[in-house]
């Protein structure tokens, strides 16, 4: 499954607090955080395309694209984790694998993706590199907009805090 949380790229944030609640997490386990439903939805209809699923070739693909050592056997191994009995990933599953959310340690992978020069911070220029790997295309200017409406410190980098503020939301805990 943490894998598959490399589909998700973005989420909608509501709040998030840095500093101590992160310190703790570490200390008494990673807490999940919720996934935007709208935003999981994009995502996915993007990947599955006009077929509305999304297959073991398309997943192997975007593996690969994303530098997944052995993608193929790696797209397998997530197909089988969903328990999809016809091979693909619908919808329902796909929002299924993110109904508790995402670990901390998820949204830190995401983040290595994306810091394609492995400094711990993410630049125009590696969104933009990240983005053509994916066969999207941003010219430099919509990059550093991108970057300059998540930068909150104004260095003009997005660092793990900006990303986490980007990307997550705290579960919601059910009402007893």
């Known amino acids: 499954m943490s894998q598959l949380s490399l589909l998700s790229f973005k ?5 998030w607090r840095p500093g101590r609640e992160r310190q703790l997490s570490d200390l008494i386990g990673e807490p999940n955080y919720e996934p935007d439903r709208k935003e999981l939805e994009r995502v996915f209809y993007k990947i599955a ?3 509305k699923k999304i297959r073991y070739k398309e ?11 052995n993608a193929a056997a790696e797209a397998r191994r997530m197909i089988k984790a969903i328990g999809s009995k016809d091979k693909v990933i619908d919808l329902e599953c796909f929002l299924d694998v ?5 670990m901390l340690r998820e949204i830190r992978h995401a983040f290595s993706v994306f810091d394609r020069d492995k400094d711990g911070r993410l630049s125009a220029e ?3 590199k990240t983005f053509s790997m994916l066969g999207e295309s941003y010219d430099l200017k919509e990059c550093e ?32």
């Open 59 to 69: 997943l192997k693909e975007l593996l690969t694209k994303l530098g997944v050592a």
């Open 49 to 51: 395309g006009s077929e």
């Open 145 to 176: 907009r991108m970057v300059k409406q998540i930068d909150r410190n104004h260095d003009k980098y997005v660092d793990m805090d900006d990303f986490m503020l980007m990307m997550t939301r705290p579960v919601k805990k059910a009402k007893t």
């Open 98 to 102: 993110h109904k508790n959310g995402v």
């Open 11 to 15: 989420y909608n944030l509501t709040k």
């Open 126 to 128: 590696d969104i933009q």
